[in-house]
């Protein structure tokens, strides 16, 4: 009975959070843009009123008196006091004050890249990072802030562990990259910017995310925004949305990465819908998803014998001339570049590891918001020879940071290492391993739902990595991914 | 202080009817069918947490000691008490329950629809029925139930008043409509089915909707559905969407319609914004601001002599061996038919008469809900002439029931009248009767956000006609205009 009551309550809060997601998607998709003061605070109430109800006397009461059946409610139990003890330590009025500067930073944000203006954005940032350090602090005092911060999107995840692994990974990697870049026999790039019209770019992403990776219009939809994302509002009700541009990898590649993520989701058991447990674990998990659908997936060989005839056939001026060997360099060519959602699989986590940097010294305070530019520029010339043009290249790239997400960046280069973990765990079953030498994912698919995703939050990201792999996260199984692939398309054996 | 404590808490109230009109809107344009059924759970939610907001004890106690400094406050606090005063009367768990039983019910009557299947829909419209029955009892249980429901929709008119002003309506139509068929001189119908694009047929509804009538996509935009509406989340956020057909008109009028709807609620005073005040003041003056948009000002001969040769670019497939005066005539053809929103100015009022005189006899229980198509048949056949030839055609035509708006039809009607009432009190001021004459609506525009958009809610839908028109409302300017206008078309004097 209690129990009861209790998953009732959870799922008014559910659907609370389902509204402001669907506000949030609309501000990025459709909404006029007169309305963006106003949608901020509609969304603000909507954090506001969420919070309030999980964190009343009420939520309190229901789930000390609550008496779990099985192990799904156990599971609702477990991660419900996790959420609630993290929650009752921040005041509404503090979460609708941060809701409201994130969603004027956004504003702000788009303004400031438009126009490659980071004076625009830098009241708001500071804003936000003021915001964010009170945030740390009023969660827990005495631990690093960026712990604190980072367990909201990896959870039981430090920041001595993330530099540990990222100085290891750097290590290993930078040597690769300078022999990938001294080789000088990369393919022809000019192959990705060939005339690919915007609706079959389109269209053809979504048509191989439904065959190949099972993203079905019965639950699912496609949208353009400036930054592409996944969103979903049940299980039943997933979004994920893309950018069209010349550089047509950007609209195909980003579609089936957002499809990883939308299957993690779409992938979760349902009777644990309209609970906190209904959503992927951690974004490092996330994104060994997303990343393995765009990379090891579709960044493969199999891949592109299967799906080039279709190509063909929807972009003859993209395929003029090539073979699918041909069309596996091209997409793989590695190239140190300014935009990291364009980055290849070498050089992106460099990317990462840069924000993570001064991330950790914008909290320590001994980087100014001011100098952040320069900061970035400096870093960017060191790891990979460039330096941007203009701030819209550099400092004001990421929608992140304008929705206060710090602490955020390095699960993309864990989900980058787990990705490979995960899948060379997969492939010791043979018939997965066959299929996906076969680009016929269905088994892989369904490997993917009963180790990852149908657990939804019941388990740790490191429950979840053990339990499927049988050891922790390690970056090793990435970086002989790595070598084995650039070393074959580079001849550098 | 108190005031500002009422008025924070009635914006929160306003965010969550937002957000659930925004659900909403998805639902009925984007969201992916398996959705459906969670869709309807969170829009119970947020619907039961409005509910539940505004009529707890807190709110109560800010009502009671609630302070006006100003007009803007007073009218504020009149337009909540006449709300609060209703919604206190309905129990949170009813609200649920109800806007649960409207969402199952629209699911069926989509599928109903589509099949042609009343069967489909029976039960859940008998749902609907008698939970509106029992919203009406717990509103007023010494009140016609009618009275009660109806004054949702239009405060403070009665259904004898209706009643009175129909069969008036009736009678002085009646011989208009007969004489029009017999004249047998009708324009060629068939210019209003010849092939125009969908895209350019959404195009040029848009651009019009922009040019003559205000609507723009700084802070509205257009969207598909099966059946056209309009919505907002703020004034400036305005959502109209359209349906296109082969019978291009059902587009271009439909979106004219609904534009008048969107440049009400545009032009509701912003010091109103986030109160119940702010919004058009009845469905019945809601509607004499659309129909005269679609029907006074876009179906009248200057109209098409200024947006003729725009049509002509657009759509020269249409207007071939056309020119403005035939056009006017075609779309301005009366034709008895079945389907009320494709119904020209002289039938359509009988189409609503239809579903008023169903609806009285659905509540006082004199007709079977299993008789229903049974009994729209008939009276089709007696108004017009007419038997549907399937239940799509007839009974499952409108949305409206499925989302429990029973006592909402006589406000088409009652729109009609005011509308005519308004343009020619209006037209008084020779600069916007040149205007009209010149398809120049910008003074026309102004008068009407003066005299009634601005107001919102702070006037009372007479309130509102006296002070606009001199008078309350009747239907002599509107059979009056309907005898000019057709007499003329048809050569009937």
């Not at 949305?241 to 957002?258: I, K």
């Not at 499927?468 to 084995?484: E, N, S």
Request: glycine residues 6%; charged residues 25%.
């Amino acid at each position: 009975m209690s129990m009861d009551q209790l998953r009732r309550r959870l799922g008014q809060i559910s659907d609370l959070k389902a509204a402001a997601g669907l506000l949030s998607w609309d501000q990025e998709t459709y909404m006029p843009p007169e309305a963006g003061e106003i949608r901020g605070q509609q969304m603000a109430t909507l954090a506001g009123l969420a919070h309030e109800l999980f964190t009343d006397a009420q939520t309190a009461a229901l789930l000390d008196g609550a008496h779990p059946q099985d192990d799904t409610d156990g599971a609702v139990l477990r991660v419900t006091r996790r959420d609630h003890d993290k929650a009752t330590k921040l005041p509404t009025e503090f979460v609708e004050e941060y809701t409201r500067a994130c969603s004027d930073a956004h504003h702000a944000w788009v303004e400031a890249r438009q126009n490659s203006d980071f004076k625009v954005f830098q009241p708001h940032l500071q804003r936000v990072l003021d915001l964010t350090r009170r945030k740390a602090e009023l969660r827990d005092p005495d631990a690093h802030p960026y712990d604190v911060l980072m367990d909201d999107y990896e959870p039981g995840m430090h920041a001595t562990q993330v530099q540990a692994v990222f100085d290891d990974l750097r290590e290993r990697t930078r040597p690769l990259l300078r022999r990938i870049v001294a080789a000088g026999n990369a393919a022809d790039y000019s192959v990705l910017t060939r005339p690919f019209p915007a609706g079959a770019q389109k269209a053809f992403a979504w048509q191989v995310a439904g065959e190949a990776f099972g993203l079905q219009p019965d639950f699912a939809r496609q949208d353009e925004s400036a930054h592409p994302f996944q969103t979903n509002f049940s299980r039943s009700d997933i979004r994920i949305t893309t950018r069209v541009e010349d550089y047509w990898p950007a609209c195909l590649f980003g579609t089936w990465h957002e499809t990883g993520h939308a299957m993690y989701e779409r992938g979760v058991a349902a009777h644990w819908a309209r609970t906190p447990v209904s959503s992927g674990t951690s974004l490092g998990v996330h994104e060994s998803q997303s990343r393995m659908f765009e990379n090891l997936l579709a960044r493969s060989l199999p891949f592109w014998e299967r799906y080039f005839p279709e190509l063909e056939r929807v972009a003859p001026e993209v395929t003029r001339g090539l073979d699918p060997q041909a069309l596996y360099r091209a997409v793989n060519r590695v190239n140190p570049s300014l935009i990291r959602v364009e980055a290849d699989e070498v050089t992106y986590n460099f990317h990462v590891m840069l924000r993570f940097a001064l991330e950790m010294r914008l909290l320590d305070g001994s980087l100014k918001v001011a100098d952040l530019p320069e900061a970035w520029n400096a870093q960017m010339q060191e790891d990979l020879g460039l330096t941007p043009p203009d701030d819209a290249q550099g400092v004001l790239q990421d929608i992140h940071w304008s929705a206060g997400l710090i602490g955020y960046f390095p699960t993309y280069t864990l989900g980058n290492l787990l990705s490979v973990q995960l899948l060379e765990a997969a492939q010791r079953d043979p018939a997965i391993a066959a299929g996906v030498q076969a680009a016929e994912y269905g088994p892989l698919r369904e490997w993917l739902v009963q180790h990852v995703h149908r657990h939804g939050r019941s388990r740790t990201p490191e429950e979840l990595t053990v339990q499927a792999t049988g050891r922790p996260l390690t970056a090793d199984p990435y970086v002989a991914y790595l070598h084995a692939k650039y070393e074959d398309i580079y001849n550098l054996k």
